[in-house]
């Protein structure tokens, strides 16, 4: 079975600029997240969505948005980047209900 | 705002030993509660995930709840050199969200 998986693995962007991460969940979970974490830091939550709605948001700039498609694969994207978005973007799948979450193997963003 | 608190570490525990990891949390309404591994560079796995009060064992690892207190452990027995890693508690609430501490580095010493 296939476990979450996120594209790009690696990703080197210019401040200002604009980028989108892909996540597709586990086969049967409807629920995805998205979560930042910094180093030395743990993950921080941005977004949730669940049958292809916001279902919740964290504490992040209107810069950062989210989707759910129809297959519950997911897009992060981040506008206007800056150097403070370097981070690794991590999602996160689930069914819903207080359920187990279980980790892509992150995106890693550097904004030079 | 929902907190979670753990000892950042480094914890260091001799290859066989007990290794004790701690968690408390602020939020009374928070309903599961999860154990992450995270090696370095690497994004975090689950290892252990408990629901109720008590002791849920899962091989060498055991996790203990205590609503009351407000707090979540977990014991590694046994513990290997590749147990060296950095621990993270999570909780869930009503609102699916999951929240996390900072994180406990672990060093496994041989």
Not at chain 2, 20 to 28: E, I, K
Request: with cysteine; charged share 20%.
């Amino acid at each position: 079975d296939a476990g979450v998986t996120q594209s790009p693995t690696h990703l080197i962007k210019t401040r200002g600029q604009q980028v989108t991460l892909r996540c597709s969940p586990i086969s049967g979970h409807k629920s995805v997240s998205w979560y930042q974490q910094v180093l030395g830091q743990g993950p921080q939550f941005i977004f949730q969505y669940y049958e292809k709605e916001e279902r919740g948001r964290g504490n992040f700039p209107d810069r950062f948005s989210a989707r759910q498609f129809p297959n519950y694969s997911s897009e992060l994207n981040v506008n206007a980047l800056l150097l403070g978005d370097s981070a690794l973007y991590l999602c996160a799948s689930s069914a819903w209900g207080g359920t187990e979450a279980f980790f892509g193997q992150g995106t890693r963003l550097t904004v030079v | 705002q929902k907190e979670v608190e753990q000892n950042s570490g480094p914890l260091s525990v001799p290859e066989g030993a007990i290794a004790s990891l701690n968690c408390t949390y602020s939020d009374r309404g928070s309903q599961s509660f999860f154990w992450y591994r995270q090696y370095s560079g690497k994004s975090p796995e689950l290892i252990m995930s408990i629901y109720s009060n008590g002791d849920k064992e899962d091989g060498r690892f055991t996790a203990q709840l205590n609503k009351a207190s407000q707090y979540v452990s977990l014991l590694i027995r046994d513990s290997q050199p590749s147990d060296s890693a950095t621990y993270l508690c999570a909780v869930k609430g009503l609102d699916e969200k999951l929240t996390f501490g900072t994180g406990t580095r672990l060093t496994i010493i041989p």
